[in-house]
């Protein structure tokens, strides 16, 4: 064994002990912390409100470290299953579910290309259907033109999951995937996900009836290719992953161990089997998927969850609709508990009901975080005591175990999730949730639901109203405060700095929860993909080809290596290639850009041509290119920064359609005089000269190349402006045009001049232009 070898073995056995010792630690000091809290800090000789107050907070810390517990003893020893080998010729017939009710046709054209690109060894045994609910007649003309099944029904009894129910009446293989109607599945989606479901039963066919394993469903991701509204709102597209991916990348696949995988809805694959034993897709919860999977388990089915992105929909893009999906959810899985009588229930392991019910009590999260906000206000603003200790106290038994939290969930979320930022996603939504969760838990339910709303971001004129609660805590936090420095101050002592600390912590949550909800105006008609791939870019008479940076439905970004003469009103074709698709699309430059040595083009999609489908698999038939994992180098302040700044600072867009190629050169003139071109865009040239210029003359380039210039504007330090005249002649002249893409090839690369180097005279080039010159009019 090489001592490199040898060294990373050490290293990675040294992070595992290190990873136990920090866990083991965690457990122990915060059973100590409660020990505490229970028995020597509830102020019960204060008052009916103190005590109260107290008792409400050491009752949440209590089930928050429950909650803890059980996710450390998931995260202890991971089960991540790789994807196993299975033999082609073994792969069944699928039928593929793509659930709609009232998305719009051209997001379920994306949803239903993805499906049909899929790969599978035998595609005639992949099934696929637009399970509508809505009966519309553009979907079902959309289901005719894709080639694939469309499937409605006359009521919509059941809702989603009647839906689905009624789709397995008329269908009849023995795997369904299920896709909500944003979800655009990648081509091996079912390759990856079927070789679970063969690969068990080929081990099956060996081994006695008792002994078998039945797969009930395997669950991938649920991912997003637009930034979620904390990763918009917040200016944080580029700095923390989607609030979603700690859920499906590591609580999910955390859960194998214990058979305690959440049935998310989509991006999933089912036993047929498993749901006709137990009745189909559950109907009496708002939250069928949630529900549906418990009721698979409890039959003794095993499902997976994996971390592999295999499909990627739209997130919430407006806060009503991210305050209904999170009421509907909170609602379905309190509703869906108390209808499954988790505790209660014979058909659960003990490692189950702990996960389930860890999963019902994380939707109280929003009482949670009002009594953690509350309770710092309680004492510094209305002097009521909620916590009755010391500040050596609080060094020793909080102090450790909240170091110790910190650094178990960054270490064991791998850096997707910390507690700031878990801190800060309940405290934005939490004021909405209340209400709702309360209700749920009295068994007032609701009847209806409303459809996550999947569509463009649009401004919701609304928002000042929802941050009416935000504000006001965020005023009483600040008295609060305030009267911490007053009494540190009157009374020289330091025991008010923790609560100074506990209200500054609440106060950045409810900043920048403020500024959440007071959101950011969207300018992007679609979400842009950072991808690299072959691009040929042609016109008329030039032709490169160069590196896509990013693309879009709407627009292609290109970096190419040489500046290309494209008039705005051109026609530009565009010619994609990544090895698996093929596009060809009709563009128009809006934006040039100089990027080092090379040469950003933007277009804008015109038309698509015939090669729609490909194009939207050349976008969407990958991983999202957002964030993965959290940015470290940015603080809680640079938080704060980046929204103050992004919020006063009035962005001001280019819109320079033609690349400002700096020359630095000299050239001789019509007028027995040089000038120095400083730069050149093809339309305009920027001069300069020791020498008085008319308002029209010509510069002589060479080889027959003259720009013919008309004074355009006066510009300060002497420099100035002119328009090239003669531009459409050495635009469309193939032979012009060829020649001064061949001269500015020489000067492509140069660096600028420096300001104080002494000109060089031209007398001799002046004389050969002159002569050029005077032929070409001769002409």
């Known amino acids: 064994m090489t001592l490199k070898k040898r060294r990373r073995e050490y290293s990675g056995k040294w992070g595992e002990w290190k990873n136990r010792a920090w866990l083991y630690f965690n457990i122990g000091w915060t059973i100590l912390y409660l020990f505490w809290r229970t028995f020597c800090t509830v102020p019960l000789g204060y008052g009916i409100l103190p005590a109260v107050a107290g008792i409400s907070l050491l009752v949440v810390e209590i089930i928050g470290m429950l909650e803890a517990f059980v996710h450390y003893f998931n995260m202890y020893r991971i089960e991540n299953h790789e994807v196993p080998e299975a033999?082609?010729?073994?792969?069944?017939?699928?039928?593929?579910?793509?659930?709609?009710?009232?998305?719009?046709?051209?997001?379920?054209?994306?949803?239903?290309?993805?499906?049909?690109?899929?790969?599978?060894?035998?595609?005639k045994?992949?099934?696929?259907?637009?399970?509508?609910?809505?009966?519309?007649?553009?979907?079902?003309?959309?289901?005719?033109?894709?080639?694939?099944?469309?499937?409605?029904?006359?009521?919509?009894?059941?809702?989603?999951?009647?839906?689905?129910?009624?789709?397995?009446?008329?269908?009849?293989?023995?795997?369904?995937?299920?896709?909500?109607?944003?979800?655009?599945?990648?081509?091996?989606?079912?390759?990856?996900?079927?070789?679970?479901?063969?690969?068990?039963?080929?081990?099956?066919?060996?081994?006695?009836?008792?002994?078998?394993?039945?797969?009930?469903?395997?669950?991938?991701?649920?991912?997003?290719?637009?930034?979620?509204?904390?990763?918009?709102?917040?200016?944080?597209?580029?700095?923390?992953?989607?609030?979603?991916?700690?859920?499906?990348?590591?609580?999910?696949?955390?859960?194998?161990?214990?058979?305690?995988?959440?049935?998310?809805?989509?991006?999933?694959?089912?036993?047929?089997?498993?749901?006709?034993?137990?009745?189909?897709?559950?109907?009496?919860?708002?939250?069928?998927?949630?529900?549906?999977?418990?009721?698979?388990?409890?039959?003794?089915?095993?499902?997976?969850?994996?971390?592999?992105?295999?499909?990627?929909?739209?997130?919430?893009?407006?806060?009503?609709?991210?305050?209904?999906?999170?009421?509907?959810?909170?609602?379905?899985?309190?509703?869906?508990?108390?209808?499954?009588?988790?505790?209660?229930?014979?058909?659960?392991?003990?490692?189950?009901?702990?996960?389930?019910?860890?999963?019902i009590w994380y939707w109280y999260a929003p009482w949670k975080r009002l009594i953690y906000i509350m309770s710092p206000i309680l004492f510094a603003t209305f002097g009521v005591v909620v916590v009755k200790c010391t500040l050596v106290e609080v060094l020793i038994f909080w102090l450790p175990m909240y170091i110790s939290s910190n650094v178990c969930l960054k270490m064991m979320s791998r850096n997707i999730r910390t507690t700031k930022w878990t801190n800060l996603y309940e405290t934005v939504i939490f004021p909405f949730m209340l209400i709702p969760v309360l209700l749920e838990t009295l068994g007032i339910s609701l009847k209806k639901f409303k459809v996550t709303k999947k569509s463009g971001n649009k401004e919701d004129g609304r928002h000042l109203l929802y941050a009416i609660p935000h504000a006001v805590?965020?005023?009483?936090?600040?008295?609060?405060?305030?009267?911490?420095?007053?009494?540190?101050?009157?009374?020289?002592?330091?025991?008010?700095?923790?609560?100074?600390?506990?209200?500054?912590?609440?106060?950045?949550?409810?900043?920048?929860?403020?500024?959440?909800?007071?959101?950011?105006?969207?300018?992007?008609?679609?979400?842009?993909?950072?991808?690299?791939?072959?691009?040929?870019?042609?016109?008329?008479?030039?032709?490169?080809?160069?590196?896509?940076?990013?693309?879009?439905?709407?627009?292609?970004?290109?970096?190419?290596?040489?500046?290309?003469?494209?008039?705005?009103?051109?026609?530009?074709?565009?010619?994609?290639?990544?090895?698996?698709?093929?596009?060809?699309?009709?563009?128009?430059?809006?934006?040039?850009?100089?990027?080092?040595?090379?040469?950003?083009?933007?277009?804008?999609?015109?038309?698509?041509?015939?090669?729609?489908?490909?194009?939207?698999?050349?976008?969407?038939?990958?991983?999202?290119?957002?964030?993965?994992?959290?940015?470290?180098?940015?603080?809680?302040?640079?938080?704060?920064?980046?929204?103050?700044?992004?919020?006063?600072?009035?962005?001001?867009?280019?819109?320079?359609?033609?690349?400002?190629i700096p020359i630095n050169s000299d050239y001789p003139t019509d007028m027995e005089c040089d000038v120095h071109i400083i730069d050149y865009n093809y339309e305009y040239v920027l001069l300069e000269s020791d020498k008085k210029l008319s308002a029209v003359f010509s510069v002589l380039l060479g080889d027959g190349l003259v720009l013919d210039c008309v004074l355009d504007k006066r510009l300060e330090d002497g420099k100035r402006l002119y328009r090239v005249s003669n531009y459409q002649k050495l635009h469309d002249d193939a032979v012009l045009h060829e020649k001064l893409k061949a001269w500015l090839c020489t000067h492509m690369h140069e660096k600028p001049k420096e300001a104080d180097a002494p000109r060089v005279s031209l007398k001799r080039q002046r004389m050969q232009a002159e002569d050029e010159f005077s032929e070409m009019k001769y002409l």
Not at 509 to 522: D, H, Q, T, Y
């Open 87 to 123: 033999p082609l010729e073994e792969f069944p017939d699928v039928d593929v579910f793509i659930a709609t009710y009232n998305e719009p046709v051209e997001l379920l054209y994306k949803t239903v290309n993805g499906c049909v690109h899929m790969k599978y060894p035998d595609k």
């Open 125 to 359: 045994k992949v099934h696929i259907y637009l399970c509508d609910d809505g009966k519309r007649a553009e979907v079902r003309e959309l289901a005719e033109q894709m080639g694939v099944g469309y499937i409605d029904r006359e009521d919509h009894e059941g809702a989603k999951a009647g839906n689905l129910n009624h789709a397995m009446s008329v269908t009849s293989s023995p795997l369904i995937a299920t896709f909500d109607a944003d979800m655009i599945p990648k081509n091996n989606f079912l390759m990856v996900m079927v070789s679970y479901f063969v690969a068990q039963e080929i081990k099956n066919r060996e081994l006695e009836e008792k002994d078998r394993i039945k797969i009930g469903f395997i669950q991938s991701p649920q991912s997003f290719y637009n930034p979620d509204l904390f990763q918009f709102n917040l200016f944080s597209e580029g700095r923390i992953p989607n609030e979603q991916d700690y859920f499906y990348k590591d609580v999910q696949v955390t859960r194998n161990k214990s058979n305690s995988v959440i049935y998310g809805g989509s991006n999933t694959l089912i036993s047929r089997e498993a749901l006709n034993e137990v009745g189909g897709f559950y109907t009496k919860s708002i939250t069928e998927d949630f529900a549906t999977g418990i009721l698979i388990q409890k039959k003794g089915y095993q499902c997976y969850a994996i971390n592999t992105v295999l499909a990627s929909g739209l997130s919430p893009t407006t806060l009503q609709s991210l305050i209904n999906q999170r009421v509907r959810w909170a609602r379905g899985c309190i509703q869906t508990g108390r209808k499954m009588h988790l505790i209660l229930s014979r058909n659960m392991t003990f490692s189950q009901k702990a996960n389930y019910l860890a999963s």
């Open 473 to 660: 805590l965020i005023l009483l936090s600040v008295i609060g405060i305030a009267n911490c420095i007053r009494w540190t101050f009157d009374t020289g002592r330091i025991d008010y700095f923790v609560i100074l600390f506990w209200l500054v912590l609440n106060l950045y949550n409810l900043v920048m929860s403020l500024f959440f909800i007071l959101g950011r105006k969207a300018v992007r008609e679609a979400e842009r993909q950072s991808v690299a791939m072959e691009c040929r870019v042609k016109t008329e008479y030039e032709e490169e080809t160069g590196t896509t940076i990013d693309i879009s439905e709407s627009g292609i970004s290109v970096l190419l290596d040489h500046t290309m003469d494209i008039d705005e009103t051109e026609p530009v074709e565009l010619t994609l290639d990544d090895g698996r698709y093929h596009a060809k699309i009709a563009g128009k430059i809006v934006l040039v850009q100089n990027k080092g040595k090379k040469w950003r083009y933007v277009f804008l999609v015109q038309d698509m041509k015939e090669s729609k489908a490909e194009f939207m698999q050349l976008i969407y038939d990958r991983d999202p290119s957002l964030p993965t994992n959290l940015d470290e180098s940015v603080s809680s302040f640079d938080d704060l920064r980046i929204n103050v700044s992004k919020r006063l600072y009035t962005q001001n867009f280019q819109n320079r359609r033609r690349a400002r």
